[in-house]
């Protein structure tokens, strides 16, 4: 004769950790890689500082860039430049954007009237 167990064998649930951490592991490794901040134009070594100071804005689309190189090649944005072209470059850089702001005022003083 057969004797009824009071529980039914259904599922298992059970998790197995080591697998579990393994995936954890590698999620975690594939978000760092994927978060790391993308080089706009030319790599170039940062300098070190103590008291570092965070520039939220200067990570923007129109942001104007000069790297200059360990062994002195100057680039502005991610095109190789010469020292005596940057001061135009940085002028025709920045007049886009001066003659944006100067638009808006005018659109913004003209509806106040």
Known sequence: ??????RSPGLISDID???FAGILVVLLFLLMMLT????HGVS?????VWHPISMP???REDALIVS???DGTMYF???????????????????????????????MSGSDT
Not at 1 to 6: E, F, I
Request: hydrophobic share 25%.
């Open 57 to 59: 804005g200067a990570n």
């Open 17 to 19: 950790a080591g697998a």
């Open 1 to 6: 004769m057969r004797q009824r167990n009071s």
């Open 77 to 107: 944005g991610k095109h190789k430049t010469r020292p005596g072209d940057l001061p135009a470059q940085i002028r025709e850089g920045v007049a886009p954007a001066a003659q944006r702001r100067k638009s808006t005022s005018e659109q």
């Open 44 to 48: 170039a070594d940062l300098p070190k």
């Open 68 to 70: 200059i190189l360990r």
């Open 36 to 39: 790391q901040t993308p080089h």
